[in-house]
T-cell receptor, first 111, second 114 residues
Framework: DAKTTQPPSMDCAEGRAANLPCNHS???????VYWYRQIHSQGPQYIIH???NNETNEMASLIITEDRKSSTLILPHATLRDTAVYYC????????????FGTGTRLQVFP | DVKVTQSSRYLVKRTGEKVFLECVQD?????MFWYRQDPGLGLRLIYF???????EKGDIPEGYSVSREKKERFSLILESASTNQTSMYLC?????????????FGSGTRLTVV
């Protein structure tokens, strides 16, 4: 079973920041938080990952709380092309640790 | 651009047929995975492989088998297709050395069994 909880859907106006929350209260010390997204009719796409520090790349920022029980993915200036299902996943460091998807958050960006 | 390529975008097969879904990656990744995706159930792991000729069962292996004879190719086999195997099938790969950097997925094969 997925070890994360996400809201099923969210809306965001184009050009505004989209903040997608994720709860992972049972995360263990050696587990990373990963975010993927899936645009309609495509395979999931890796966005970002983090352990305990905040992370930023060209796609998004990831804010992880100090107790690591929750995180927020931030798309700073959402566009219509960011409309997708966003998955928050907790996964260990080892190669044998599997990527287990939940049902994600469906983000709708509107004009 | 690195890629995971699935041989067919859409397939229609008859019940009882043997079906092969092919996946090829050009990133020299050690790990390869097969998922299926169904509405309301999300992505579920069927089989995965960490090396040539190695395979491990995922969460829903029943009715499926896999083959990995070459590093770049991972095939999913439906021995006798059934209607409940109608689904979107997604292949993915990842690097052993750079496991932190996530999986790369193909675009998927939408299989309909009639």
């Amino acid at each position: 079973d997925a070890k994360t909880t996400q809201p099923p859907s969210m809306d965001c106006a184009e050009g505004r920041a989209a903040n997608l929350p994720c709860n992972h209260s049972t995360i263990s010390g050696n587990e990373y938080v990963y975010w993927y997204r899936q645009i309609h009719s495509q395979g999931p796409q890796y966005i970002i990952h983090g352990l305990k520090n905040n992370e930023t790349n060209e796609m998004a920022s990831l804010i992880i709380t100090e107790d690591r029980k929750s995180s927020t993915l931030i798309l700073p200036h959402a566009t219509l092309r960011d409309t997708a299902v966003y998955y928050c996943i907790v996964r260990g460091l080892y190669n044998t640790d599997k990527l287990i998807f939940g049902t994600g958050t469906r983000l709708q960006v509107f004009p | 651009d690195v890629k995971v390529t699935q041989s067919s975008r859409y397939l229609v097969k008859r019940t009882g047929e043997k079906v092969f879904l092919e996946c090829v990656q050009d990133m020299d990744h050690e790990n390869m995975f097969w998922y299926r995706q169904d509405p309301g159930l999300g992505l579920r792991l069927i089989y995965f492989s960490y090396d040539v000729k190695m395979k491990e069962k995922g969460d829903i292996p029943e009715g499926y088998s896999v083959s990995r004879e070459k590093k770049e190719r991972f095939s999913l086999i439906l021995e006798s297709a059934s209607t409940n195997q109608t689904s979107m099938y997604l292949c993915a790969s990842s690097s052993l050395d750079r496991v932190y950097y996530g999986y790369t997925f193909g675009s998927g094969t939408r299989l309909t069994v009639v």
